[in-house]
């Protein structure tokens, strides 16, 4: 069944099996061979443009700076 326990230890055995980390290990085996070329990672540094919230002021609508994550290596 699912668990985040399950799910850690089938990141770290996959990275201890292939020899790179869980986000490249992904890429190569799963996410290459399915042509899915433009998925990314939430903890990916990134220069693509994400989805940004806006807040309501008085003037209008002013965009919210976007959240750029740093992976933590």
């Known amino acids: 069944s699912y668990t985040n326990a399950g ?8 990275e201890t099996l292939t020899g790179l980390a869980w986000e490249d290990a992904m890429h190569a085996n799963l996410l290459a061979p399915l042509a899915m ?3 990314t ?5 990134s220069a ?26």
Request: hydrophobic residues 35%; aromatic residues 12%.
């Open 7 to 14: 799910w850690a230890l089938l990141g770290r055995a996959l």
């Open 37 to 39: 070329d433009q998925t």
């Open 41 to 45: 990672f939430t903890n990916w540094p």
């Open 48 to 73: 693509e443009p994400r989805a940004a919230s806006y807040t309501i002021t008085p003037d209008g609508p002013v965009p919210v700076e976007p959240w750029t994550p740093s992976r933590q290596t």
